[in-house]
Structures are given as structure tokens and as C-alpha cells.
């Protein structure tokens, strides 16, 4: 079994943007690519997600930016703190962090977004052109992943593959991206959810199993084929006598007992969740270097 590093890959992706920014940019006397999020309300797990943005931002020489709101402020404020992003000129992209409040319609928000700084790739236009095989902003996560694929030469064409979830984050456009006619993909994509029947039989056929479901522990070695790789894009916070801070992060993957049957997987942490903000910095890469759209 062989360990799918998040970390170290997205360590070696951040050095190779670091440079693209000194070269194509600083050297040139540009302003480097400057990312901003908008944070509603103080969700703990939203405050984590941003704060490790940031910081990844700084690493490669990015600008950045958080515009913060409180919980209660109105869709139609929210709506205008979206126009303003999409008009200023020095920002390249932004993402609005989710979830909201529910008093705000998430889709209404993400649909105001301009197509062209949508750096979550969240916007039915970039699903749609990620859908028809065209030049676009992919969602970070499941971008993440195929590159995680790719960097450790795992090939997906011909593979079955097998999606646990079907969120609009995750499981919907891995789904896709991995069933399209390009590489990675040409896999065949089965995607599991909650009506889902037999759900154990399915994953046994998978020889990429992705975990999307939001379950701790749900996947176990029984579900697993042998030699499989395993993607678990789960994180839990749960209490530890281990630890000092007193808790411990698990993925939807019971880790101990199916790292030993497969041929890859990603450990939680350091598995997808590095992966999904070093792809944020290379949409925004791409959106400051106006290479999609
Ligand atoms: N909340 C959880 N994951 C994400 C993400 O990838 N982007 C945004 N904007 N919010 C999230």
C-alpha cells in the first residue's frame, strides 16, 4: 500500500507557482494574483477553510483578501458585496465561502458570481463548460484529486470508478470529470447516495473508490476490492485522548483497517484537503493570467 501525500504534492505544486508568480509576473513589474474570500458569519470550520487560504496565498506571493460579514446581514448585501467583486479590477478571484446562513439562497449568491472570477468553479457556466469538455474553472476538490491521480501516474481510463456522494462540491463533478473523454478520465462512474441500494456491492467493484459522503467511518475493508486506491474526501473532528488539543481529525474511511487491502490512499489529514486550496491558487493562477473564458 502506498500512501497518497496531499501535503507533499501540494508542497511541490506551490514552489512551481511561486516561481510562474516571480517570472510572469513580478519580474515583469505586474502586480502578482490576488484572491479575495467573503466569510458570513463565524462558522468555526468556515473561519479554519479561509485562515489556511490565506496562509497558502502568502506562501506563493498571492495577494489576498477577506471581506467579512456578519451572520445576519441580508442577501441583498451580500449580493452587492458580490458586484463589488466583480468589479473591482484588482481583485482576479474570489470564492464566497460556504455554507450560509439560511436565510441566503447560496444559489442565488454563487449564480451573481462572474463566470470569469469564479475561482470555486461553482457557477453553472463553469459546470457547464466543465461538463462539455471545455476550458473552465474545475471546483477545487475534485480538481484536487485528478491531480493527485495524475502526479502519481494512476491511470483512470477504462478503470470503474466509484463515487460515495453526490454533493455539488464533490461527488457531481468528480463524477463527471472522471467519465469525460479526456485524461484523467474515460473511467466508468458509478455514483452512490442516499437511495442508493446495497451500497457494499458497489464499492467491491471499484477499483478507484472516492469517498464523498460525510459519514465518519463509513467506509470499512469489507466494502474495499483488493489493490484498489482509495480517495477519502472526509473530515471529522472527533475527541482524542491522543492529542493535546483534544480532538483528532478522521476521514469517511476507516484508515487502520483498509489502508492494508488497497493499492493507494490518501490519509486525513494531509490527503485532499491540501490538494483542494493548492487548486484554488492555480484557478486564480489561471483567472490573473486570463487563460480561461
Ligand atoms: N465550503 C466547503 N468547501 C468549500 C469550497 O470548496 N468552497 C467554498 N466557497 N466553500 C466551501
Given amino acids: 500500500m502506498k500512501i497518497l501525500d496531499g501535503k507533499l504534492i501540494a508542497d511541490q505544486i ?17 502586480e502578482p494574483p490576488h484572491i479575495a474570500a467573503v466569510l458570513v458569519g463565524d ?3 468556515s473561519i479554519t477553510y479561509v485562515n489556511a487560504k490565506e496562509k497558502a496565498c502568502h506562501e506563493v506571493g498571492f495577494l ?10 441580508t442577501e441583498q448585501k451580500l449580493l452587492e458585496a458580490v458586484d463589488f467583486l466583480n468589479h ?4 482576479h478571484g474570489f470564492i464566497v465561502q460556504l455554507p450560509l446562513p439560511t436565510h441566503i439562497d447560496e444559489q442565488k449568491i454563487i449564480e451573481r458570481i462572474d463566470p470569469l472570477k469564479d475561482i470555486d468553479g461553482f457557477h453553472p457556466v463553469n459546470i457547464g463548460k466543465m461538463t462539455l469538455n471545455q476550458p473552465c474553472f474545475l471546483p477545487a476538490t475534485p480538481y484536487g484529486i485528478i491531480t493527485l491521480l495524475e502526479r502519481y501516474g494512476i491511470e483512470t481510463t477504462g478503470k470503474n470508478c466509484v463515487v460515495l456522494g453526490r454533493s455539488h462540491i ?6 463527471i470529470m472522471l467519465s469525460r473523454k479526456s485524461n484523467a478520465g474515460n473511467a466508468t462512474v458509478t455514483i452512490c447516495h442516499s437511495y442508493s441500494q446495497d451500497i457494499p456491492s458497489i464499492t467491491s467493484g471499484a477499483d478507484i ?15 474495499v476490492k483488493k489493490n484498489a486506491v482509495v480517495i477519502d474526501v472526509g473530515v471529522h473532528r472527533v475527541p482524542s485522548d491522543e492529542t493535546k488539543s483534544g480532538f483528532k481529525l478522521k476521514g469517511d474511511v476507516r ?8 493499492s493507494y490512499i490518501t490519509p486525513v489529514p494531509g490527503g485532499v484537503g491540501p490538494m483542494t ?3 484554488l491558487l492555480l484557478n486564480t493562477l489561471k483567472a490573473a493570467k486570463l487563460e480561461i473564458h
Fill in 64 to 73: 489576498s483578501s477577506v471581506y467579512r460579514y456578519p451572520a445576519n446581514i
Fill in 43 to 45: 462558522d468555526p470550520a
Fill in 14 to 30: 506551490k514552489s512551481e507557482i511561486a516561481k510562474d508568480v516571480q517570472e510572469n509576473f513580478l519580474d515583469k513589474g505586474l
Fill in 88 to 91: 473591482d479590477n484588482q481583485i
Fill in 209 to 223: 473508490l472516492i469517498v464523498a459522503i460525510g459519514k465518519e467511518g463509513f467506509v470499512t475493508a469489507d466494502m
Fill in 277 to 279: 486550496i493548492v487548486s
Fill in 170 to 175: 464533490v461527488g457531481t463533478p468528480i463524477s
Fill in 255 to 262: 484508515f487502520d483497517e483498509v489502508a492494508g487491502k488497497c
